[in-house]
């Protein structure tokens, strides 16, 4: 064999392994956190010199691997032959169960990794995602090199490896289930395009195959796999209706004429391999998720519900404060596939697959326009009558973009122009739902764009004779729609921060180290995974269980400024969760009713709360005692309370859940603004000037300020409080009108100011972490972090 046909046949393997290493090596960067200046890179970083991860799903993940790698299952137990967690949603924990398929990969990868050196579990999951996602230039390449050629296989190969929402969410340090969700079902949507399209109906059986287990990996890598499941169904029954009875092609054919069913059946091009994979890949699924795959089948019912504000109770809706579950506009849908020349060339290459269905005879001279050539060569001019003898054209031949296509490839087109089309509008439709949906449309947007690349190379050829020019211009047209994604993937590569820092994991350290082991930790619904790994306690709430009431109590909790009502509800969701609250909603049937009388029994001792269950509400002294086991429990779990500098940005949300009106099922936002700020001082005075603009000058005894909103004007507060080294100096009503107030806190050589809604003024989170408890009676001071300065963390035992 010459050296031209080896590297004829190298060069798919070469161009996938420089494809795989461009967006592999993207997404390495992330590990170096460019984003955070040198000097502070070790706060952010494990003992091992690895990043922490980049946000806290990765925890949770990290969390269920550590358990599998360990004792071979998910969950922290097993009860009643379901694996379940008791970190999350203590103290019943909740279900373990989870597609596993991340958990897995990940184990095989730590076990390899080990039989080269010594891997930590941590480290290997820091660099899984990288890797699982940087493998779909794999297929991508492949299945439109199949449609059209190596341009444009390397274009969506890109497009795909470095998709600006996809890429945001599998960098190294990324750990979560968005690294299956490109490569896998684009490895269902390929295979099955190859059975449905195969004219051996052994391939087309062998590729339908293929197909069904990739579905099943699908399902086993992500809960909403059904949608490329349906997706195949209802693309190959269209196309089948469609082509059968508008285009009268021979894609399904009648039994008329076959002696059995069973011939029949082997030679139905489409109905044959759509049978094989919907078959195989719901046998697979309903051996591996058992009475779950039922279930998981209705999901579209409660994907199309996430958006309702409707619950089953009056409680608000958490999702609404989920970034991804925000409906996106049109330009970030653009910016998250990658930019406008992807997203162009994408749309401009399904019009090309449909300008490809059109029927057109091919002329006789190929080229229209391009000169004249030199008299002597050109052929004697045919009469009328020679023209009129000439041999029609049949439909043997169609023009392409570029070319000529074959007949049997128009069966194709139109498989092709289906499949996009439908693609794209359930994609599409998947925004209404969430900006997390964007990864979805972007896959078939980075497929058709490098089918439009494709058709260009086709075309080029056809009009630039030379070789080398047409590798160039082919070059340019690869830089100019490829540019803008890769740029972009570099520069969320180069600022990346990691999730936490020292300040936080310290804090975490110190409690697995200095608290009972059945103490419950409770703070704002984010960090609940991180606390779960790193402090090895359970936690109200989390991540993956933060859409429910607690989130009401929690944010209440927070934004009341009733100590005991604080610590009554921080006590009562750690002893017992939701048991007190649901008791009293199963005797009022009214939401609002039962916080009327949480609010009430909460503040006072069992003995007041039950007189007034029972004189004020008609309990009996059995329904009494009943929600009094729960709200007043006899043995408490020790309680801890983590306020943390991250809350300060989050408390729209926690005020907006926490002040909740149960009547009119609304809400309003309370913020703070927290800066820095420097004191100077001029003839007696100082002057506190922070860079959000407070500026407060005490003169003596004499004390002013506000917010500084023109070079001549002070907004006066409502209120104007100092608090310096844990203690207050001042706490005075400046302006009974004022919508904001003004606070200043100074710990040893550490000068802040906070301006904040004036609902805020007394919250609880207020008190806790900005006037550092003092005061309160109810909560003590267990740990800060850093201990000196302004602390970042502080945990509180509840009493």
Aim: hydrophobic letters at 45%; proline letters at 4%.
């Amino acid at each position: 064999m010459d050296t031209k046909n080896i590297l004829s046949k190298l060069k798919p393997i070469i161009i996938v392994l420089l494809l795989f290493s461009l967006v592999f090596f993207l997404r390495a960067e992330a590990s170096g956190i460019s984003g955070v200046p040198d000097q502070m890179k070790a706060y952010f970083q494990e003992d091992n010199g690895l990043p922490y991860f980049s946000e806290m799903d990765s925890y949770y993940n990290y969390r269920l691997t550590e358990n599998f790698v360990e004792h071979g299952y998910l969950g922290d137990t097993i009860k009643n032959g379901t694996d379940w967690d008791l970190h999350s949603y203590f103290p019943p924990g909740r279900s373990a169960e989870y597609p596993p398929l991340l958990i897995w990969i990940t184990a095989f990868f730590y076990y390899l990794a080990n039989l080269f050196g010594d891997y930590s579990l941590l480290q290997v999951s820091f660099w899984t995602s990288a890797i699982i996602a940087s493998l779909c230039v794999i297929p991508a390449y492949f299945f439109v090199k199949s449609l059209s050629n190596d341009y444009g296989g390397i274009t969506a190969g890109v497009l795909v490896g470095v998709s600006t929402f996809y890429f945001s969410h599998t960098f190294a340090g990324f750990f979560d289930t968005d690294m299956f969700g490109m490569i896998l079902p684009l490895l269902v949507i390929w295979f099955f395009s190859v059975s449905i399209t195969a004219t051996e109906s052994r391939k087309k059986m062998l590729f339908a195959v293929y197909a069904a287990i990739s579905m099943l990996l699908f399902a086993i890598a992500w809960s909403g796999w059904w949608y490329i499941f349906y997706l195949v169904i209802f693309v190959t029954v269209l196309y089948m209706l469609i082509s059968k009875y508008l285009f009268k092609m021979e894609t399904f054919k009648s039994w008329k004429g076959y002696s059995s069913k069973k011939q029949w059946l082997l030679e139905q091009p489409i109905l044959l391999p759509l049978l094989i994979f919907v078959g195989l890949s719901s046998v697979l699924m309903f051996i591996f998720w058992g009475n779950l795959f039922s279930s998981q089948l209705l999901e579209p019912l409660s994907v199309i519900q996430l958006q309702s504000a409707t619950q089953a109770t009056a409680y608000p809706n958490v999702f609404i404060s989920v970034g991804e579950l925000q409906i996106p506009s049109a330009s970030t849908v653009i910016a998250d596939v990658g930019g406008i020349f992807p997203f162009a060339f994408g749309i401009l290459g399904l019009l090309m697959i449909f300008w490809n269905l059109r029927i057109k005879k091919a002329k006789g001279k190929e080229a229209k326009g391009k000169g004249k050539p030199p008299k002597k060569d050109r052929k004697p001019r045919r009469g009328r009558k020679s023209r009129k003898e000439e041999p029609k054209d049949t439909k043997s031949e169609q023009k392409e973009f570029g070319g000529i296509i074959p007949p049997e490839k128009r069966s194709n087109y139109l498989y092709y122009a289906i499949l996009f089309s439908v693609w794209l509008l359930i994609t599409a439709y998947a925004f209404t739902k969430g900006v997390r949906f964007v990864e979805a449309f972007s896959l078939p947007i980075a497929l058709c764009a490098g089918i439009f690349v494709g058709f260009i190379a086709n075309y080029l050829k056809t009009q630039i004779e030379k070789p080398l020019y047409q590798y160039v211009a082919m070059a340019l047209v690869i830089v100019l729609v490829c540019y803008g994604p890769v740029s972009s993937a570099n520069a969320v590569s180069n600022s990346v921060v990691p999730g936490t820092d020292d300040a936080m994991v310290n804090t975490l350290t110190w409690v697995k180290n200095n608290t009972p082991s059945n103490a419950v930790m409770t703070s704002w619904w984010d960090f609940g995974h991180l606390f779960a790994v790193k402090a090895d306690r359970g936690v109200t709430f989390d991540g993956g269980s933060q859409n429910n009431a607690r989130a009401y109590w929690v944010g209440k909790a927070l934004s009341t400024n009733n100590e005991a009502l604080s610590a009554g509800i921080l006590k009562m969701l750690a002893s017992s969760g939701d048991n007190g609250y649901m008791a009293v909603e199963n005797f009022t049937n009214n939401t609002g009713k039962t916080v009327e009388i949480m609010d009430k029994i909460l503040v006072t001792d069992k003995t007041s709360a039950q007189n007034t269950l029972t004189s004020q509400y008609g309990m009996t002294t059995e329904q009494a005692q009943n929600v009094l086991q729960y709200t007043h429990p006899t043995n408490t779990t020790p309680d801890l309370f983590v306020t943390s500098l991250d809350m300060v940005g989050k408390a729209g949300w926690w005020s907006y859940f926490g002040n909740w009106n149960f009547d009119s099922k609304n809400s309003t936002n309370s913020i703070y603004s927290l800066a820095q700020a420097n004191a100077t001082t001029e003839n007696n005075v100082v002057t506190i000037q922070g860079e959000n603009n407070v500026t407060v000058q005490i003169n003596g005894t004499n004390v002013t300020g506000g917010l500084q909103v023109s070079k001549n004007k002070i907004a006066p507060p409502h209120r104007l409080i100092i608090v310096s080294n844990g203690t207050t100096a001042m706490d005075t009503v400046v302006n009974n009108q004022s919508t904001f107030s003004i606070l200043v806190v100074k710990q040893d050589d550490n000068l802040i100011t906070v301006a904040m809604s004036k609902e805020l003024e007394d919250s609880m989170f207020t008190r806790l972490f900005f006037m550092q408890g003092a005061g309160l009676t109810h909560f003590k001071l267990a740990h800060k972090e850093p201990s000196e300065g302004i602390s970042e963390v502080m945990v509180w035992n509840v009493t």
